[in-house]
């Protein structure tokens, strides 16, 4: 009987086609099963090529499997999949592999690891980015996981992965949760990406009057330099499609109103439970709630706005000036993912490769872009780098387009556009090279309500100040050690 070198559970789109792109790689016998057999048959029969082996059963499935038995969930995150993950367990022997593909919340998946690893079975959460056709053709893939399961399981997933510089596009990211981990912080920068992408279309249209058809060829130009991107790309095609109904520009017909899946908000938690700051990601996840309040959009009556008339004498300065603004806060939005990786690694105790992540987001996944290969430069000159924008090309890359940053954020407020991922970058960056924040009079307040104590710029330990009117006394306070 032959038996299958992998497998996978779950035959929707992104399972479907997972499977077709294992079955095409040589090498490789992949087995399939679903619960509902329906769809098994008909991936079957659409796609005889393939030689899968088919399953009915779950107990079929695992007997269809070679040793180390490998198999890939694909079903939609939470109960399904660890309904999936008991029936497996159950079934799998030591040193077999279960494999989460699905978006997980990388907790979950360490809660799951803990509980799959005590029977000896190795548990890997693998992020899998590329939407439909990555899945098919190559995809990005961040698993994670023990050094034991990825022996197994690297060169399958390699044979599968997108090629970028002729690499592929898979690495061993760490233990546990850590690949689900990275999948969310790189879905957290794709909304950031998508937003930064969406309020330069909304500036060159409602300042600059562009129409629809006009802003993708300026998107197409934009691509073929510093800004080159999957998402730029496909930005220019929506942008010049018609809608064949109306024969309006189909981006005007589309109800302005953006889902979500909650990996943005995911990226936007953790981050706040880690004290790390990804403003311009947590903009983007606000601004797609803001776009979905309905009620509250349609109950607008007559707002003031008091604004003016952004007046452009050079439109071609104008475009190059929210091009570089858009460029210095995409380097904000993915130096703040990069930042939540490294605080994430820090707290659960990751060996994260920063410059290996980045190498592997250069083919396959949603935010693949030009920009990567300049990240892992960076990285690879110094592993410990403690902001991408601290990198000299990224500190050079910003010098040249902060001043169009400020003209554009400026403007875009003066004359009523709203653009609060470009103006919350901005303001994060100026946070940052400010030599003193207000943060200092936060402190004093806090002390003033609270007691909570303050650090002082010229003495050790920690104080105090009793507040009586207008006369204070310090004091230190005990110290916690």
Same mark, same amino acid.
């Given at each position: 009987m032959t038996q299958a070198n992998i497998g996978v559970v779950g035959l929707a789109v992104m399972g479907s086609n997972l499977a077709r792109n294992l079955a095409s790689r040589e090498g490789n016998t992949v087995a399939i099963y679903n619960r509902s057999v329906e769809r098994t048959n008909l991936l079957m029969s659409e796609h005889p090529e393939a030689g899968f082996i088919a399953s009915e059963t779950i107990d079929e499935f695992v007997a269809s499997l070679a040793k180390p038995r490998t198999a890939i969930i694909m079903v939609q995150a939470g109960k399904g999949t660890d309904a999936v993950i008991s029936q497996l367990a159950e079934r799998f022997e030591p040193g077999d592999i279960i494999v989460d593909g699905g978006n997980a919340l990388f907790t979950d998946t360490i809660r799951r690891e803990k509980d799959v690893s005590a029977k000896g079975i190795n548990f890997v959460g693998a992020g899998i980015s590329g939407g439909e056709e990555g899945a098919?053709?190559?995809?990005?893939?961040?698993p994670g996981g023990s050094a034991e399961a990825y022996k197994t399981l690297g060169p399958i997933l390699a044979?599968?992965?997108?090629?970028?510089?002729?690499?592929?596009?898979?690495?061993?990211? !760490? #233990?546990?949760?850590? +690949?689900?981990?990275?999948?969310m912080i790189h879905n957290g920068i794709e909304y950031a990406d998508m937003q930064l992408i969406a309020e330069a279309y909304d500036i060159l249209r409602q300042a600059g009057g562009y129409s629809p058809a006009e802003v993708a060829a300026i998107f197409e130009e934009w691509n073929k330099g510093d800004l080159e991107s999957f998402l730029i790309e496909i930005t220019a095609e929506v942008l010049k499609q018609v809608d064949a109904k109306t024969g309006k520009p189909l981006v005007d017909v589309i109800l302005d109103q953006a889902g979500s899946k909650g990996t943005g908000v995911w990226t936007v938690q953790t981050a706040l439970n880690? !004290? #790390?700051?990804?403003? +311009?990601?947590?903009?983007?996840?606000?601004?797609?709630?803001?776009?979905s309040q309905a009620s509250q959009r349609a109950a607008v009556d007559g707002l003031p706005?008091?604004?003016?008339?952004?007046?452009?004498?050079?439109?071609?300065?104008?475009?190059?000036d929210v091009r570089r603004a858009l460029y210095a806060s995409k380097l904000v939005a993915y130096s703040q993912g990069f930042d939540a990786i490294r605080a994430g690694a820090k707290e659960y105790n990751w060996q994260i490769d920063l410059g290996a992540v980045s190498k592997i987001w250069r083919g396959g996944c949603i935010i693949r872009a030009q920009f990567l290969n300049r990240i892992a430069d960076a990285y690879k000159t110094n592993a410990n780098l403690e902001s991408l924008i601290f990198d000299p090309y990224f500190k050079q890359a910003v010098a040249n387009s902060v001043a169009s940053w400020r003209t554009v954020v400026a403007n875009a407020s003066l004359s009523g556009v709203p653009v609060p991922a470009f103006a919350s970058s901005l303001s994060y960056y100026d946070g940052l090279r400010s030599p003193r924040l207000p943060a200092a009079l936060v402190q004093g307040q806090r002390d003033f309500f609270g007691a909570h104590t303050y650090k002082r710029i010229d003495l050790e330990g920690t104080f105090h100040t009793l507040w009586s009117g207008d006369r204070t006394e310090v004091?230190?306070?005990p110290s916690t050690h």
């Open positions: 098919l053709k190559g995809p990005s893939i961040m044979s599968i992965a997108a090629i970028a510089e002729g690499e592929p596009c898979v690495t061993h990211i !760490g #233990t546990d949760g850590a +690949g689900h981990f990275i999948k880690l !004290g #790390t700051p990804v403003s +311009g990601i947590a903009e983007a996840v606000f601004a797609r709630s803001l776009s706005a008091d604004a003016t008339t952004w007046n452009i004498t050079d439109r071609a300065a104008f475009v190059e004091e230190q306070a």
